[in-house]
């Protein structure tokens, strides 16, 4: 996972690590190295511009020039400064309700209906949760066949009807199921498209509307790098989500989006999905993740 960012920090903080005498020369050489670094990373120029500024400001605030090993300090600043750029501390999924409803956004390929089967697992096995899985997808019915395979596979229930062809009417009656069969939580997995557009945002809003979800979440693909950040910025702006959930991290992404969508969209990012098989889930830790990307 982001190797790629990881070499380059290193390789930044060499001339700070071997120094005895430290200019501030190096230190501006360190911050430009380290700038480039996270625009190859696929972080945008003012997010990557901001971040060294503050650094910067910080190094020379706590007397990095005649600092013991100005390079353990430098890399402690980056660190904080990464789980910053990250959300500082991390945010739990709200998940409790009677039932408790989780609502899933975007668009198709990010892999919505694998997270779904991966949450559904999470909360059963890690939470002690009864969920219900929902297939709101009316377009897609081997969407609908995909979920009730991973239900099938994870023992959950899944609630579909292929006769229904609005999404509200299959979610309001999933909730009602859940209630009268004791499910105590109801994760719900809507339609994506390939592309933003408007119906399947006023899809969205409007099951969002009607149900009322304790949680609703943006699943973005994070190979795709600053078109994530793109996107979470449209749904966000069209429904309001409470959380990200960043897809692929197993695969050969290079951390921009993981890095900038909470700046963006001021939303916290929960989970990370890091593979096709339904434990391959992570709940999102900023420090953790900043400890792996500084090696
Ligand atoms: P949806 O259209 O948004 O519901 O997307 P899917 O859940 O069908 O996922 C699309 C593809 O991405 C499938 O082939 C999934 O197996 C794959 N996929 C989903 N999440 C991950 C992940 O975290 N890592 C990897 N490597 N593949 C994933």
Request: net charge neutral; aromatic share 6%; charged share 25%.
């Amino acid at each position: 996972m982001f190797d790629n960012l990881t070499e380059k920090f290193e390789r930044a903080f060499k001339v700070l690590k071997g120094q005895g005498q430290i200019t501030e020369i190096n230190v501006a050489e360190t911050l430009k190295e380290v700038r480039r670094a996270l625009l190859d990373a696929d972080v945008n120029f003012k997010t990557a511009k901001e971040f060294t500024n503050t650094v910067k400001e910080k190094a020379l605030g706590r007397d990095v020039l005649t600092a013991v090993s100005p390079g353990q300090l430098m890399t402690k600043i980056l660190h904080e400064e990464l789980v910053n750029l990250m959300g500082g501390e991390e945010v739990e999924l709200k998940y409790q309700g009677n039932p408790g409803i989780i609502l899933m956004s975007g668009l198709q390929g990010s892999g919505k209906t694998t997270f779904s089967g991966k949450l559904a697992n999470f909360l059963k096995n890690k939470k002690g949760k009864n969920p219900l899985l929902v297939a709101c997808d009316v377009y897609r019915p081997a969407a609908i066949d995909q979920l009730h395979v991973l239900g099938e596979q994870l023992g959950v229930e899944v609630y579909s009807n292929k006769e229904e062809k609005n999404p509200v009417k299959i979610a309001e009656a999933a909730i009602q199921h859940a209630k009268s069969k004791g499910f105590n939580v109801v994760i719900v997995d809507t339609a994506g498209r390939l592309a933003i557009d408007e119906q399947m945002m006023n899809e969205i809003a409007d099951v969002k509307n009607a149900i009322k979800p304790t949680e609703t979440l943006f699943v973005v693909d994070s190979m795709t790098g600053q078109d994530a950040v793109n996107t979470a910025k449209a749904f966000n702006d069209r429904i309001d989500f409470d959380g990200v959930v960043l897809t692929k991290l197993d695969g050969d992404t290079r951390g921009g989006a993981a890095l900038t969508i909470k700046t963006v969209v001021d939303k916290p990012i929960k989970f990370v999905g890091t593979g096709e098989k339904m434990e391959a889930l992570d709940v999102f830790y900023p420090k953790r993740m900043a400890d792996r990307i500084l090696g």
